[in-house]
């Protein structure tokens, strides 16, 4: 049984279109599920809703199968860290994190045992004493996650928790949070407008646009099986390519053609494809599956195309080599030993095995 639930759940702040539109979704026990989406598109909404600082216009949410509509936050269980995780400036580490037990009237001894705990989970014992303004960055943060962690709570809410930390703190920050998770096995709810965040943290990723749920699904499965080129387009850095052209016959065999390169489409996927036969098409193929033909195994006639490379961007591990036919530019990840030169024509072989189809209407995932 899931832990949280939302069943057909509708906020519209007053009289304003709809800021989370009819989603539905379950959270199951010890689960971290990550709400992915650009800015504006209902995360914090939902978060907050499930948190109980806002009342669903429309739906039910279900925290451990309860019907918690009409439950007040404190009375919830549950513990929310914020982007802004406001720290008393005036008590120490130790008095921050035992504060809400505190107003709850936990016994002293309690407290203390609790707090210690927390403060290990975190290897922030050394800290207990300081103020606020007497940490850095991501020890503030860590105090944030302390004073959620002491409550014991069922369901750990984060809103963007790292957003205020630098970019290497933020890489650190995030391991921080997967292992406790792993240490303290309780269901996590995550709210990130960061991709790779929310590959790296979710056991499973709920991926929203415009107040809509588009795909919950497994990190992997949304990365190779994405439903629309929203979601393709959203997840993975550098983004996936996507190539405007036709579907087309050929030779008894299905090609995808760009305008100014025919590339063969693998049979498996002709049945999918049929109804597209002279029609439009985007094709999505991501940087990592484009390679250089001097360094490709698989190269044949039919899956390899001539292009200029306009840029190469030197990564260290990698280069980003970005590309040019003539109608479309796009990107590919080669190795890093692997510099064209700029301004010379390659050929670049299409991992075809890898390739996406979108109806350009609908923009869903054709194949
Ligand atoms: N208190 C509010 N009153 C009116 N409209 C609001 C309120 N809070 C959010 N909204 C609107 O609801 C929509 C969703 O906002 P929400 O904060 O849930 O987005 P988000 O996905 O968390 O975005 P971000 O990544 O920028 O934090 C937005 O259009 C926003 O302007
Ligand atoms: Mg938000």
Redesign the pocket.
């Known amino acids: 049984m899931a832990q949280v639930s939302l069943k057909n759940v509708v906020k519209q702040?007053n009289g304003?279109s709809l800021?989370v539109k009819n989603v539905s979704l379950g959270v199951e026990n010890k689960e971290f599920l990550v709400l992915l989406?650009p800015?504006?598109?209902?995360?914090?909404?939902t978060l907050r809703m499930i948190a109980g600082l806002e009342t669903p216009t429309e739906g039910e949410i279900y925290i451990a199968d309860r019907l918690v509509n009409n439950v007040p936050a404190k009375d919830r269980n549950i513990a929310m860290v914020f982007q802004n995780y406001a720290l008393y400036p005036h008590m120490s580490v130790y008095e921050n994190m035992a504060f809400a037990l505190k107003l709850r009237n936990y016994a002293k001894t309690d407290i203390d045992k609790r707090v210690k705990e927390a403060a290990q989970i975190l290897s922030i014992t050394h800290l207990l004493n300081r103020k606020p303004r007497e940490l850095s960055g991501g020890e503030r943060q860590r105090v944030a996650v302390g004073r959620a962690i002491v409550r014991k709570p069922m369901v750990f809410l984060f809103d963007?928790p790292l957003s205020n930390l630098d970019a290497k703190l933020r890489v650190q920050m995030r391991t921080e949070i997967h292992k406790l998770h792993l240490k303290i096995q309780t269901t996590m709810i995550y709210?990130t407008?960061d991709q790779t965040e929310a590959m790296t943290l979710g056991d499973r990723i709920a991926v929203m646009k415009d107040g809509n749920l588009l795909q919950l699904d497994t990190p992997l499965n949304v990365y190779n099986n994405p439903v629309n080129k929203f979601v393709a387009g959203f997840i993975g850095s550098p983004p996936m390519n996507f190539l405007k052209g036709k579907v087309i016959k050929k030779n008894g065999g299905m090609y995808f053609d760009e305008g100014n390169f025919k590339i063969k489409i693998l049979e498996g996927m002709y049945d999918k494809l049929k109804a597209y036969i002279d029609k439009d098409v985007i094709a999505g193929l991501r940087p990592e599956n484009i390679y250089d033909k001097l360094f490709a195994s698989n190269s044949t006639p039919e899956n390899t195309v001539a292009v200029v490379c306009d840029v190469v961007e030197t990564m260290g591990s990698e280069n980003y080599i970005y590309l040019s036919t003539g109608k479309h530019i796009f990107v590919a990840v080669v190795e890093a030993s692997n510099i064209p030169s700029i301004g010379s024509m390659i050929e670049v072989v299409f991992d075809m095995k890898r390739v996406h189809f979108f109806d350009p209407a609908t923009e869903e995932t054709i194949v």
Do not use: F, L
């Open positions: 702040y304003d800021a989406g800015s504006g598109c209902g995360k914090s909404t963007e709210v407008h």
